[in-house]
């Protein structure tokens, strides 16, 4: 099988083509999704906000009681042998599972964690995605009350993510009690009353990286902006709701279900918090 754009891949202490990448059929990442992960946007050969990822990597491995026998010397050397001198646009996808054991739900005492990795070139999103906005859907946030890990048990968020796309929308933003959560890929944000508003960290949301490099960006530059929940009525009646993530960066969204959003194009605080985005982009390369 052919992996465009990867030619070699880590697995378990080896650089290999993704051919000969194979891990047996009772590892836990495959019977159970018991497992977390990590992606990395890589500009210029620089990891964007590497110890970060590596922070929430190391939480998520803690409570999951998964071992993780890597130093941060280790994980430097992944991402440096993946890199291997590329300048163009990557990420970087990192994933950790509980290792290989007889198949039973509780948790094995001796199994040895599996580490997989590689790079691929980052795809930008297109241009008129930036300059026209996106449209989304909002969806029951029918997953479990722990998605602020980042596990691999991903099955809630790709059915919702399929339902957009069945609806020609980018994104689904996820709605429980009435309240706005994220996307079932992102984190969302929205200008109301002139505050840029974005639901708190806690166990109902990941705190994505991206979300929290924008918040500092804001806080630096004196963007009015403000961590509280909000319902979707609320966000249906914004001048502006925008999306990130470590891929995406700051999407606007534009339309939600297919009604405009604000006046129905990207608004004056994305554009400004986009360009404080960019700078720091300039900046790290």
């Known amino acids: ?6 030619e070699t891949v880590y697995l378990n202490g080896r650089f290999v083509s993704p051919d000969e990448a194979s891990v047996s059929a009772f590892d836990r990442g495959f019977l159970f999704g018991d497992g977390i992960y990590e992606v990395v946007p890589v500009y210029a050969g620089r990891p964007l906000r590497w110890p970060q990822h590596l922070a929430r ?3 998520n491995l803690e409570i999951l009681e998964i071992p993780n026998p890597w130093s941060t010397e280790d994980f430097d050397a992944l991402a440096a042998g993946l890199i291997d001198g590329r300048t163009h646009d990557l990420y970087l996808y990192i994933q950790v599972t509980r290792g290989v054991a007889p ?3 509780v948790f094995p005492e001796n199994a040895t964690p599996t580490l997989f990795a590689y790079a ?3 795809t930008p999103s297109p241009a008129e995605f930036y300059t026209a906005g996106v449209a989304a859907i909002t969806l029951s946030d029918i997953r479990w009350q722990r998605c602020d890990l980042k596990t691999i048990s991903l099955v809630g968020n790709v059915w919702l993510r399929q339902k957009a796309k069945e609806n020609h929308a980018i994104e689904a933003l996820l709605v429980r009690d009435g309240y706005v959560t994220e996307g079932s890929a992102s ?8 505050v840029v508003l974005t639901p708190p960290t806690g166990p109902l949301l990941l705190p994505g990286i991206t979300r929290d490099l924008v918040l500092e960006l804001m806080d630096r530059d004196g963007v009015k902006h ?6 979707e009525a609320e966000m249906l009646d914004a001048d502006e709701v925008w999306i990130t993530s470590s891929t995406k960066e700051i999407l ?8 405009p959003v604000g006046r129905g194009r990207p608004g ?4 400004r918090v986009r360009g404080l985005y960019q700078q720091y982009k300039a900046h790290d390369r």
């Open 268 to 271: 004056p605080v994305y554009a």
């Open 1 to 6: 099988m052919a992996f465009p754009g990867i």
């Open 252 to 259: 606007p969204v534009t339309r939600i279900n297919d009604v």
């Open 226 to 231: 403000a961590e509280r929940i909000f319902l």
């Open 103 to 105: 198949r039973d739900h």
């Open 187 to 194: 984190n969302v944000f929205a200008v109301i009353d002139g």
């Open 57 to 59: 990597l190391q939480r």
């Open 120 to 122: 691929q070139a980052l």
